[in-house]
């Protein structure tokens, strides 16, 4: 996790709630399209915006509060499409799914699909 937990953090509990929702709720009919629904896949959630709305702050809140509920987090950095692809990559070898100097690596479209 690239950020320390923000201490002055407060509020925003009805987008919290949305992420427990998305993340947790299993119930038929409570997922929105962005989220998969099988309960064996890993699910994902995009949270955007324009820049200084606090997105960073909201899922950094999140992962800190309910990282006990999960089996690994990543955190990726999306400003730009080299920073997606540099840290996929290094989500990709963590998992054990291409060593750190294999030239799949280095292939965006190739860490993409290992790592979905």
């Known amino acids: 996790m690239p950020l320390a937990k923000n201490k002055d953090f407060y509020g925003r509990q009805n987008h919290l709630a949305?992420?427990?929702?998305?993340?947790?709720?299993n119930s038929p009919g409570t997922h929105s399209s962005s989220i998969v629904s099988e309960a064996d896949t890993p699910k994902t959630f995009a949270i955007w915006g324009p820049g200084g709305m606090g997105k960073t702050q909201l899922?950094?809140?999140?992962v800190y509060t309910r990282?006990?509920?999960?089996?690994?987090?990543?955190?990726?950095?999306?400003?730009?499409?080299?920073?997606?692809?540099?840290?996929l990559g290094k989500i990709?070898?963590?998992?054990g799914l291409v060593t750190d100097n294999s030239p799949d690596v280095r292939?965006?479209?190739?860490?993409?699909?290992?790592v979905k």
């Open 67 to 87: 990282q006990d509920r999960f089996d690994a987090i990543f955190w990726v950095h999306a400003d730009k499409a080299a920073k997606v692809a540099e840290d």
């Open 92 to 95: 990709a070898a963590e998992l």
């Open 107 to 114: 292939d965006p479209v190739v860490i993409r699909e290992l």
């Open 59 to 62: 899922a950094a809140e999140f």
């Open 18 to 25: 949305r992420l427990d929702r998305a993340f947790f709720d």
